[in-house]
C-alpha cells in the first residue's frame, strides 16, 4: 500500500477547490511580526520572556502579552506562502522553514577577530522598532508539515520562542488534522536574551502547543477530531531535546517525515521526534473519548513536579453526519474552526 | 526492496540438527510469569549495582514475592484476555502519604474492570495506598511490548515502575509473530534502563514531597544504566541470584553457530539507547509489535539489518540475530597446521555454502588463522579465555586462568553504543553491556 501526501487525491481535490475559493488563488500571503511577550507557567511560577511570532498589528504598539508559538501557516499544494515580517525584537530577526525550498542570502558579520561569520540563514529584517518591513517567500509547496523559524542566531532566537507551524495540504485519508509541536523553556536564558548562553540549557517546561500540563490537573485538551474518522496528527519539534510522542489508545499510521511521505506507512503507537524533526501520521479513533498523548522521554514534569508538562488529552468528539462537517476558514494564517 | 529469509533451508537445518543432536529447537527461554491472571503488588526494594550501590526500588512484584526490577515479564498467548490486578503495597518516607500507582499498557486497549475500578488518574484508574486496581485488556497481537506506571511517570517510571510483556502468536512458541519468517530457535529479552540515584535518595530520605527530587526530575543525570534490571558484569550472572533478591533476571546470550536468535529489545527508561550486538547485523522485523510489513499478512517484508538496535524509550524492537563465522577469513575450527586435533572436513550437502551440521562457513574451511599466535607469557587472562582461538577448543592456560568458558565459545560484547553508558558510576567497564557467547553443536545451553 502505497500513500501520498499529494492533494490530488478525491476528497484532496475538494480540499483544494475549497481553499482556491476561500483565498482566492493557491497562494497564502500573511502579515506576521517578532515581538516580545511573556509566558506564564502553569504552575504560578514567575512570567518568563518570550519571543514569539504573531499576526501583524501593524506597528509594534497595543502587542497583545501572552506567548504562544507562531500562528499555524497552512499553505497549499504547489501554491506559495509569503509571510510579511515586521520586527518589534531589539535585534535583527529573519525566517526560514527547513524542508521548503526557496533562496537564501546568508548575512555575515565580522567578528573582533576580523573573520567573517555568519549571522543569519538568509535577508532579516533590521531591529528598527518595527519601521521596516519583509517578504520571505516559498513557491511550490510540498505536501507535509514544517517548522518556520528565525533564521538569525537560532541557537538563540529558536530556544526563545521565534517558532510556529506551516501545514501544506492534508492527506487524502484524513478527515481532519490537528497541529502537535513540542518545545521546552528554560527561564534561565530567557531573563536577559541578549546574554542568553545555550551552553547549560537545562529545560524547566516541557510544552505541547505552547502549554505544559499542570500536576494534579486535567491536561490541556486538543481537539481530536470526530469518531471513526481519520485525523492527521502534526507532530513537531521546536525544542532542542528528543521526544518520543505516544497515544494511550489506537496505533498510528506513520506517514511522512520532514514532509517527505514514507514508501510504507508504519504501525507504531509512539513516534521518534527528535529536535527540528517533523512526522505526519494517521489516526483512526474508533471511540468517542479522551486519549492521553504524552512524552515517553518522560518529559512530564513542570518546574521539576511531576505529572505536568508533555501531556494533552485528545478529545475525540462523536461521529457527525458528514454533510454538517464545516471546513477550516483560513483567516490570516489562523484556523478558525 | 524486499527481502525474505530463506526459511526451507533454515527449517531443513533445523531438522537435521534435531536429528543428530538430539537438540530441543526452543531452548533458552525468556525469564517470566505466563497466564491469564496475575496479581501485582507495588513494594519497595534495593537495586544492588556493581560499584557497590544499593538503590531504593519501587518495583512491581509478582503477588506476594519481592519487588522485581524490571516487573515480572508477563508471558501470555494471543487472543488470551488478560486481567491484572495491581495492589498499593507501597511505603514511603516522610509525613506525607504514600503516591497511588497504576500501569499503563502501551499497544494494548487496557480497560479498568467494573468491579475494582480503583481511582481515576490523569492517565489512567490508579490504586490508592493500600487498595487496589484490576485491568484488563486483550492480548490481540502477538509481540514485544512494555508496561509502566502511568501515575507521575516521570518519577514512578524512575523509580523502577517498569516491565516486558511478551504475546506469543498462535502460530505457536517457535514464533514471534504470525508469519514462518519470524521463527526462531532461541530468544533473548533486554529491556534498557536508567537511573539517576539522586532522585531515588532524595525519595528514601524524604519521600515523595521532597523539595530536593523537583530540579532532578527536570533535567535527570543518569549514572547507572541497566539491562534487564541489572548493570554489567551482574547481568552475565544466573538468574534469581539470592544477592540480588529485586533483580531476577540476567542477560546472558548463548547460542550456536547456524541458529536464528529472537532479540526483543525494549526501552524501558527515559532515555535512548542505542544497542549495539558485536560479531554480526541483525534483521529488524518489527516495532512496538507489528510486523514491518507491506501489507497484512505480508511477513517481514519491510526487515532490514543493522548492527546497532535504535532503542527508543517505551518502544520495542524485534530483530533476528544469526552468527556462522561467515566472512572472518579463517577457519573458526583449526587447521591441520594448528595439530591433528583439528583436522575436520566440511561437508555442504546442499549447497549453502555451510556445514550441514556444523554450520562451517566451508569457503573458509582449512584458512589459517591470519596472525601469529601469541605465547602465554605474553598474554594478560581474562575468565572467558579458553586458551585457544578456535571454536570449541580449550588450550593450556597458567593455573588458576580461565574457567569462565567450559565449551571454548566465542564472546562477544553487546552493550549501549553511548559508550559512557558501559560504567558504574564512572567505573568502566560495567552499566549496560553483556556478553553473547557463541558455543559449538552439542554444547549445552541452558
Redesign the interface.
Known amino acids: 500500500m502505497n500513500r501520498s501526501l499529494s492533494a490530488t487525491g478525491k476528497y484532496g481535490g475538494y480540499l483544494l477547490v475549497l481553499l482556491l475559493l476561500l483565498t482566492a488563488g493557491p497562494s497564502l500571503a500573511v502579515n506576521l511580526a517578532a515581538v516580545e511577550r511573556t509566558w506564564t507557567p502553569p504552575d504560578g511560577g514567575a512570567a518568563i520572556r518570550m519571543w514569539g511570532f504573531v499576526e501583524d498589528p501593524g506597528s509594534c504598539t497595543a502587542l497583545p502579552n501572552s506567548w504562544l508559538p507562531g500562528p499555524i501557516q497552512q499553505g497549499v499544494v504547489n501554491g506559495t506562502l509569503s509571510i510579511t515580517l515586521r520586527n518589534c525584537l531589539s535585534e535583527p530577526v529573519s525566517l526560514i522553514i527547513p524542508g521548503l525550498e526557496t533562496n537564501l542570502t546568508p548575512q555575515t558579520f565580522v567578528d573582533a577577530g576580523g573573520r567573517t561569520r555568519v549571522r543569519a540563514f538568509t535577508h532579516e529584517v533590521p531591529a528598527d522598532n518595527g519601521t521596516t518591513v519583509v517578504t520571505y517567500s516559498w513557491n511550490n509547496l510540498r505536501a507535509g508539515t514544517y517548522l518556520y523559524q528565525s533564521g538569525s542566531h537560532p541557537a538563540k532566537q529558536v530556544p526563545m520562542g521565534l517558532y510556529g507551524a506551516v501545514t501544506v495540504g492534508r492527506d487524502t485519508a484524513a478527515a481532519n488534522d490537528v497541529v502537535l509541536l513540542f518545545s521546552e523553556i528554560d527561564p534561565a536564558l530567557h531573563g536577559a536574551a541578549e546574554a542568553a548562553n545555550a551552553k547549560n540549557y537545562k529545560p524547566k517546561y516541557y510544552l505541547i502547543n505552547g502549554q505544559s500540563a499542570l500536576p494534579g490537573s486535567a491536561p490541556p485538551v486538543v481537539a481530536g477530531g470526530r469518531n471513526q474518522k481519520t485525523l492527521q496528527l502534526r507532530f513537531l519539534n521546536a525544542g532542542l531535546m528528543t521526544h518520543v510522542p505516544t497515544i494511550q489508545g489506537p496505533y498510528m499510521t506513520l506517514i511522512a517525515e520532514d514532509g517527505y511521505p514514507y514508501p510504507y506507512p508504519r504501525q507504531q503507537y509512539s513516534v521518534l521526534l527528535p529536535a527540528g524533526k517533523t512526522i505526519d501520521a494517521l489516526w483512526s479513533p474508533d471511540v468517542q473519548a479522551s486519549f492521553a498523548l504524552y512524552d515517553r522521554r518522560l518529559s512530564m514534569t513542570t518546574n521539576g513536579t511531576p505529572g505536568g508538562g508533555m501531556l494533552v488529552s485528545l478529545n475525540v468528539a462523536k461521529k457527525f453526519p458528514w454533510i454538517l462537517y464545516v471546513p477550516p476558514i483560513i483567516h490570516g494564517g489562523i484556523v478558525v474552526p | 526492496m524486499t527481502t525474505r529469509f530463506n526459511l526451507t533451508m533454515q527449517l531443513s537445518m533445523a531438522i537435521v540438527l534435531a536429528l543428530l543432536f538430539q537438540v530441543s529447537p526452543l531452548q533458552a527461554r525468556i525469564d517470566g510469569i505466563t497466564g491469564t491472571n496475575f496479581t501485582l503488588s507495588v513494594k519497595t526494594g534495593r537495586v544492588f549495582t556493581p560499584d557497590g550501590g544499593s538503590i531504593l526500588l519501587w518495583g512491581y512484584a509478582d503477588g506476594a514475592g519481592p519487588a522485581q526490577y524490571p516487573g515480572p515479564t508477563l508471558i501470555v498467548n494471543e487472543g488470551d484476555t488478560i486481567t491484572i490486578t495491581l495492589n498499593n503495597a507501597l511505603t514511603v518516607a516522610g509525613a506525607n502519604p504514600a503516591p497511588n500507582v497504576s500501569i499503563?499498557f502501551?499497544?494494548q486497549?487496557a480497560e479498568a474492570s467494573t468491579t475494582d475500578p480503583g481511582v481515576p488518574g490523569?492517565?489512567?484508574s490508579e490504586a490508592v495506598p493500600g487498595g487496589s486496581v484490576t485491568y484488563t485488556f486483550i492480548a490481540d497481537h502477538p509481540g514485544t511490548y512494555l508496561y509502566y506506571s502511568?501515575?507521575?511517570?516521570?518519577?514512578?517510571?524512575?523509580m523502577g515502575l517498569m516491565g516486558a510483556i511478551i504475546v506469543r502468536p498462535s502460530s505457536g512458541a517457535g514464533f514471534a509473530y504470525n508469519h514462518p519468517d519470524t521463527a526462531f530457535d532461541r530468544e533473548y529479552l533486554f529491556l534498557l534502563s536508567e537511573m539517576d540515584p539522586r532522585i531515588h535518595e532524595a525519595i528514601e530520605f524524604d519521600g515523595p514531597q521532597s523539595t530536593a527530587?523537583?530540579?532532578?526530575?527536570?533535567?535527570p543525570f543518569p549514572v547507572v544504566w541497566f539491562i534487564n534490571g541489572r548493570n554489567a558484569p551482574d547481568t552475565l550472572d544466573i538468574p534469581n541470584l539470592p544477592v540480588l533478591p529485586n533483580q531476577p533476571y540476567n542477560s546472558a546470550p548463548m547460542m550456536h553457530p547456524g541458529e536464528r536468535v529472537l532479540l526483543r529489545v525494549i526501552g524501558g527508561g527515559?532515555?535512548?539507547h542505542p544497542f549495539h550486538h558485536h560479531g554480526n547485523h541483525s534483521r529488524i522485523i518489527a516495532?512496538?509489535g507489528?510486523l514491518?510489513a507491506?501489507?497484512p499478512g505480508a511477513g517481514p517484508d519491510?526487515s532490514h539489518e543493522v548492527f546497532t538496535i535504535?532503542s527508543?524509550?517505551?518502544?520495542t524492537v524485534d530483530a533476528i540475530f544469526e552468527w556462522t563465522g561467515k566472512g572472518l577469513g579463517w577457519d573458526i575450527y583449526g587447521t591441520p597446521a594448528d595439530g591433528p586435533q583439528f583436522v575436520h572436513t566440511c561437508v555442504d550437502g546442499n549447497g549453502d555454502d555451510f556445514d550441514d551440521t556444523t554450520h562451517e562457513y566451508c569457503p573458509d574451511h582449512d584458512k589459517p588463522i591470519p596472525v601469529v599466535l601469541p605465547d602465554n607469557l605474553d598474554l594478560a587472562f581474562g575468565g572467558f579465555y579458553s586458551g585457544s582461538p578456535f571454536l570449541g577448543t580449550l588450550g593450556s592456560l597458567p593455573p588458576g586462568e580461565g574457567g569462565l568458558n567450559p565449551h571454548g565459545g566465542f564472546a562477544y560484547m553487546w552493550h549501549s553504543h553511548t559508550e559512557k553508558e558501559l560504567t558504574n558510576f564512572d567505573i568502566f567497564p560495567g552499566g549496560l553491556m553483556t556478553m553473547l557467547i557463541i558455543v559449538p553443536q552439542g554444547a549445552s545451553i541452558p
Open positions: 499503563l502501551p499497544g486497549r490523569i492517565l489512567t502511568g501515575t507521575d511517570p516521570a518519577l514512578q517510571v524512575e527530587v523537583g530540579p532532578y526530575l527536570a533535567n527515559r532515555d535512548l516495532r512496538d507489528r514491518l507491506s501489507s519491510l535504535k527508543v524509550p517505551g518502544e
